[in-house]
């Protein structure tokens, strides 16, 4: 069974979220497996009592044990239907928690990397379009399953047919009918089987055009004032009317070929279901069996055919769903391998750490995945739709062809309209949330192979205020990423206390600082939980904090205090801030965490001249006896800091006081300074 | 239930009947052969199932009769082909069906769109009730199973189930009364049973919603990596996953009692089979006994009984759900009944450029707000007047440009512009006056091209114009630099060539954007905030270039700015505190005064005291 190890080891993984699920949605189908064949028996005993001429009581003895096991068994698949429900629930849920525990766990190099937000993004596309990857492995088992039970059962009735026919007297005309319907049942399922690739290429073209719409709409997701201004609507229809009429032709175009595809396969089916009624009437009028058995053989002979094709099918597209479930399961082997480090951090009250970059240089990671995810990548998007959606059909076409009912499987396809709306919801719901505007400058520097840092080497004392100035680009938020360690220097060491930043223990040594990144997040979760980033919070400190960093006048407006959550995608009732207000709290977020090093990326962005003003002047007393780092575009908080570092293409080009650097006419910083301050003068 | 009730008040306003009629009226229009397939299926839904019902019954009465084997060939022979041809038709009329059902809702979707993103007034989109009318509209009208355009699929499928319950009980009632009555009730009551547990969920649900928003949010952070590096930093991994798993365990609970009632409706159900199921056996033995009914007489009937109360339930149901339909149509109808303030017909003439620009008692409150933003503002711009406006976060400065932008319109004053009121011209030529940029900057998958010169496309020199406005806001560089140069398209991951911008150069995009426009009026709201100190200088330099021959407004926290408008006005709290030049406002000592000094003090070259308290 080496063919389906991708799918063992996705079974194994999603078993065990629930190892109960699986079991009992097994048991539920021998329960509804049973249900046709008492029928078919019951009915056929009946009618040949009938025939038969019995006693009234004795049917009326049929038609209770009929009625009785009709409820018995109607009665146990709900209430397993249940029970397998609420375990399929369970199983969702861990499933989630699982994928979340992995995000959390991911080093930030990961995080960061497009890769492997690509690789997550891939597996939540799968399941939207027509559940690729795991659920469709859950319902391929399960389909395998159903075969599986309906083959054992058939084959035990089949067994006992041929063993009325040894009964009677041979004839070449009965054996010649039972074998044709053997080899039409054959014929049946090769063709089945080599439709199901053509099949698969058909609906290449459907999941190519969903593929697309779901990866464009995030693209079209249009601001309405910007809109109206700049008349973009024009270009929006026009994206728009291409991709719905993109896919209405696909959709038009498979059907149509699946149709024309499955004509012999569905002729097949009614030859051979034309064979098994001859045999069975030939052999009844032979006297092998009573009449009233004859639509149980038929009925039998069509379940037995019927469950080899299907095993074939859910194997083949268990098998084809390998390269869905390929994805979900690398998400899950990334591993992290950033040293974690084992030297305990002291815990100083003194605050007296000392921090050394020795002549560093960094280069952002190539691809941080290796290769193999961008593949999985390529291969997926090239076999896309290849079994699953098409095989769906197919087994909806020969539902529909032999008459049988079911016809589940033709809505499997309906929801994928509904999925995509359901992924641009997803997406719009990531932006309403998402706080200040200033993306980064980290991506700039990110062009692969570019050097981000070069040859770095500064001191930071404890307690200093150091400025980190320079243009866009030039490697400012690169440098905190490495202090934090968020990143691990390419080339040069970082030194704490004269140990190498690696050997300390890894959380212990993030819990040192306290940082606002210029991409900061806040989450939609109460106020006070922002702050502390707990489940508790010190209310009078909070309060005190959201006071120092300017929010409260705003907070006295909140009514449920600290309690408030913040947007509306977590809680209806939650209240939206600004992108100056989420500044301020995003500060207060940093300054609670009392940690000895305070690193500031352009705080004050999105504030006004006064807020702005407070902050600088109370900057002293909010930092305390705290290392701090300050970037800014604002030259003037250059005047609190002990010390500036100017960034220049990645390299620090000058070092010094604001008067030290001033006076190096024509450099960099008297450059920067006089842009800005000559409005001033 | 606040929403159970809104939603009645959109009944009112359309009747079923005529939201019904609309709905199939559309479908018409869009796609005629959709609703012949659609009606196409009927007369096999119906006949299918009774040929299928009815070759078992002749076998059966043949062989009791004992006919020969030819025979009983002939009549298999016979059933089979004609079962075959049937399944054959069904399944091309479903298979035709299927292929064109996505496409009205596709249609449908991009209609409430491009009327929400473009068409109504912009403030109506930020309007509680008109979001929520968009919700329902979206929800009931434009997803999965809700779509309106399956009201032709609930008549053609009234119309199986009419003709089916017409023809099966002809052939049943000829029989037996007792046993059609029989099935109709049974059928009656388990179509109730089958609502029950929806019922409950309905009843109850607004016990879990909110708490399925909650988890979905927690749930949604492994697929937010900008987020999860927060919480990494910060250390609220595990918090915030009990937080999960109790939403999670909560809303199981509930979904738990939910199917209870389901299970409890199975349970019933099945004892209401026996019910039918026993009576039609005990009438149909009775008759067979008494030889009214032939073996295969019995066998077909009984399968009858089956068809029947299928088609009975299913009777009900549609009655139910096209009343649910047409009420789902009618949201999608009101939500484009929205009413607008500005004008979208034929307006009066533009002005030409430089345009004045006069606010008069301008009063403002945002939706839902208890406070006014905007208190009685009055302000005269001149044509061609280079307005500074300053003051503090949340004075009402945006909302003061979204309201001379046409996105917002007054509770109470009037705004004119080149002397006549906004209202007056038509909305969509007056934007066209417009050269703005706004602070919040959004990128969409457009060619750096399209991207700049949307508004415009088809001006003869577009490309030509596009390249000198890049060079303007100074991006030109960096654009030429990609490997398809404007034709790049914007944002990773969407198309292949598509890069993201820093907000620096996102900036210098929307810039150029509004110079290629080239609206006689020109609003810059913070427009550098994310550029170096460099780059924001020069922006300062071109600004006579930039605004030549228009009217502008510069908004903007950095008082360096001021220095080059013609007149500043400050604005708090809602009105107009100070007018003047930035030397008449230094002489006044007011509240600029005091603001400029904050900012500037840092940037003299006397020492500045450590801290920075002077």
Known sequence: ?681 | MEKESEKSGTKRRYSRISSIIWAMKRLWKLDRSFVFFIFASVPTAVVLPLVTAYFPRVLLDHLGAGKTFSELAIISVGFLSAIGLLSLLKDFIESRCQARRYYPTAVYQSEMDAFENYRTDFENTEKQEFRKSSGYAQQDACTGNCAMEFVWGDLSQMLIHLFGIVTYASLLLTLNPVIFAVVTAVSAASYFLTRWQPKYYDKHKSNWEKEIRKRDYLQGLSDDFPRAKDIKLYGLSDWLEKMMRDYQNYILRWNKRCSLRGVLASVIAALLAVLQNGTAHLVLIAALLEGGLTVGEFVFYFSLVGEIARFLQGIIGDIAGLNTRADKIAYYRVFFDYPNRFNHGPGCALPAAPVAVEFRDVWYRYDGAKEDTLKGLSLTIREGEKLALVGMNGAGKTTLVKLLCGLYAPQRGEILVGGRRLEEYNIEEYYSLLSVVFQEIRTLAFTVFEFVASADLSRPAAREDAVLAMRKADIYEKVMSLPNGMDTHLMKGIYDDGVDFSGGELQKLVLARAIYKDGSLLILDEPTAALDPIAENNLYMKYQELTEGKTSVYISHRFASTRFCDRIVLLEDGVIRESGSHDELMRQGGRYAQMFEVQSKYYRNEAVEKGGNL
């Open chain 1, 1 to 681: 069974m080496k063919r389906f190890a991708v799918t063992g080891r996705a079974f194994r993984r999603v078993h065990s979220y629930n190892p109960v699920y699986f079991p009992l949605s097994f048991l539920k189908i021998i329960f509804q497996q049973i249900s046709p064949y008492f029928n078919l028996w019951m009915s056929a005993e009946i009618v040949t009592a009938l025939y038969e001429g019995r006693e009234r009581a004795d049917l009326y003895q049929l038609v209770a044990v009929t009625l009785a096991g009709n409820a018995v068994v109607q009665i146990a698949g709900a209430l397993l239907g249940r029970a397998a429900r609420t375990a399929s629930e369970s199983l969702k849920n861990n499933e989630a928690a699982a994928f979340y525990q992995k995000t959390l766990s991911l080093d930030y190099e990961k995080i960061e990397n497009p890769e492997v937000r690509k690789l997550r993004r891939k597996i939540i596309e799968n399941s939207w379009i027509n559940s690729y990857g795991v659920n469709l492995m859950g319902d391929m088992l399960e389909s395998l399953f159903t075969n599986l039970v309906d083959l054992v059962f058939s084959a035990a009735l089949f067994a006992e047919m041929i063993l009325f026919l040894t009964r009677v007297p041979f004839r070449w005309l009965g054996v010649l009918l039972l074998l044709a319907m053997a080899g039409l049942t054959a014929a049946d399922i090769v063709l089945r089987g080599r439709n199901m690739k053509k099949v698969s290429t058909y609906w290449d073209g459907v999941t190519e055009v969903l593929l697309e719409e779901n990866r464009i709409s995030p693209g079209y997701s249009v601001a309405g004032t910007d809109n109206r201004i700049y008349r973009q609507q024009t270009i929006i229809d026009r994206v728009y009317e291409k991709s719905n009429r993109a896919h209405r032709d696909a959709f038009s175009r498979a059907y149509a070929k699946i149709f024309v595809l499955m004509l012999p396969v569905n002729g097949l089916i009614v030859l051979s279901k034309l064979c098994s009624y001859l045999a069975v009437c030939f052999y009844c009028i032979l006297g092998a069996f009573p009449a009233g058995s004859i639509i149980k053989y038929v009925g039998y002979l069509g379940r037995l055919t019927g469950s080899i094709g299907n095993i074939f099918y859910a194997l083949n597209s268990l098998k084809t769903n390998e390269h869905y479930l390929k994805p979900y399961l690398e998400y899950f082997d990334i591993a992290n391998d950033m040293y974690q480090g084992s030297l305990a951090v002291e815990k100083r009250s003194d605050k007296e750490f000392e921090i050394e970059f020795r002549d560093v240089s960094f280069r952002y990671p190539e691809s941080v995945t290796n290769n193999d995810a961008g593949n999985v990548q390529e291969e997926a998007a090239e076999d896309a739709g290849s079994g699953a959606a098409g095989s769906a059909e197919v087994y909806a076409a020969e539902d529909a062809g032999s008459g049988i009912a079911g016809s589940a499987e033709v809505y499997a396809a309906e929801d994928a309209g509904s999925g995509i709306a359901g992924g641009a919801e997803v997406y719009a719901a990531e932006d309403a949330g998402s706080s200040a505007a200033g993306s980064a400058e980290a991506h700039t520097a990110q062009d692969r192979g570019q050097w981000a840092l070069r040859n770095i080497s500064i001191q930071l004392k404890a307690g200093e205020r150091l400025a980190v100035v320079g243009m866009n680009g030039s490697g400012k938020t690169t440098f905190i990423k490495l202090l934090c360690r968020l990143y691990d220097p390419t080339e040069g060491e970082i030194l704490m206390n004269d140990f190498n930043i690696r050997k300390y223990d890894y959380r212990q040594y993030l819990d040192l600082f306290s940082v606002v990144f210029q991409d900061y997040n806040l989450l939609a979760v109460p106020l006070g939980n922002n702050i502390s980033s707990d489940a508790s919070w010190d209310t009078g400190k909070a309060e005190q904090l959201l006071e120092e960093v300017g929010f409260g006048e705003r907070y006295r407006k909140m009514e449920r205090g600290l309690n408030t959550p913040l947007y509306k995608n977590f809680d209806e009732d939650g209240v939206n801030v600004s992108g100056g207000e989420a500044q301020k709290i995003a500060l207060a977020r940093a300054l609670y965490r009392d940690a000895p090093f305070i690193i500031l990326d352009e705080p004050t962005a999105a504030l006004d001249p006064i807020a702005e003003a407070e902050i600088y002047s109370r900057f002293d007393e909010i930092v305390g006896d705290k290392t701090a780092i300050y970037i800014s575009h604002r030259l003037s908080s250059c005047r609190f800091c002990d010390k500036i570092a100017v960034f220049d293409c990645g390299r620090i080009v000058q070092v010094g006081t604001h008067e030290e650097l001033l006076a190096e006419i024509g450099g960099k910083y008297y450059e920067l300074w006089n842009a800005q301050a000559q409005y001033y003068a």
